[in-house]
């Protein structure tokens, strides 16, 4: 089974601060874990993707993310938040298990920049 | 470069007329492609997906139906519209994914077709 967990469905944070956005997974493989953001009205970019190689993975945007296999966490995080970052966040996992198209995607999370 | 093209940007429609959207990506061949609906303030939900042309893989049971007439090309209709089919609908392909590649194939997304069924 695989299973995908956005611990918050909003997030503020002020201008010039840090950014967190915590994602739990479930998974009977070895996953690969994506993030992708989206703006209004806009398609799903991809932020960043963990497939097995290095554990710290480096985005566009200056976003990071950590895969820990025993946390099962996969968090995104950003040193200094940005107005343009003001977007909805989503985190993915991919494998074998999951349907059709190997993909569960979370929620997502409401990234609010206030100024 | 791979882009994917998907139109139209935004559509209004009356209960019970037809639908039909278009999708279309170049720069790659055989694409894996993908219909998602997304609800206001909801998540992604996979309507159809297409590993080859004619081969279509449906999800949800509705009144929405799919079709990949050229490699590259996927349409998505409905003969006769209802009010819960409004949505943010989004086109998206992916590389050819197997089980020894452990599926880490990322998407990729078109801007979306805003629709409003009235």
């Known amino acids: 089974a695989q299973s995908v967990t956005q611990l918050d469905s909003h997030v503020s944070v002020s201008e010039g601060t840090p950014v967190l956005l915590r994602c739990n997974y479930s998974s009977s493989y070895s996953p690969s874990l994506f993030w992708y953001v989206q703006h209004p009205n806009k398609g799903l970019q991809l932020l960043l993707k963990?497939?097995?190689?290095?554990?710290l993975v480096k985005g566009i945007n200056g976003f990071e993310a950590e895969f820990k296999k025993s946390e099962t966490s996969f968090h995104l995080t950003k040193p200094s938040a940005h107005m343009s970052d003001a977007a909805e966040y989503f985190c993915v996992v991919s494998d074998q298990g999951g349907g059709a198209d190997g993909l569960t995607f979370g929620k997502g999370t409401h990234l609010i920049i206030q100024p | 470069s791979q882009t994917i093209h998907q139109w139209p940007a935004t559509l209004v429609q009356p209960v019970g007329s037809p639908l039909s959207l278009e999708c279309t990506v170049e720069g790659t061949s055989n694409p894996n492609l993908y219909w998602y609906r997304q609800a206001a303030g909801r998540g992604l939900q996979l309507l159809f997906y297409s590993v080859g042309i004619g081969q279509i893989s449906s999800e949800v049971p509705q009144n929405l139906s799919a079709s990949r007439p050229q490699d590259r090309q996927f349409i998505l209709s409905s003969k006769k519209l209802l009010l819960s089919d409004s949505g943010f609908y989004l086109c998206?392909?992916?590389?050819?994914?197997?089980?020894?590649?452990?599926?880490?194939?990322?998407?990729?997304f078109g801007n979306g077709t805003r629709l409003t069924v009235t």
């Open positions: 998206a392909w992916s590389s050819y994914r197997s089980l020894t590649n452990s599926y880490n194939s990322p998407l990729h």
């Open positions: 963990y497939t097995s190689a290095a554990t």
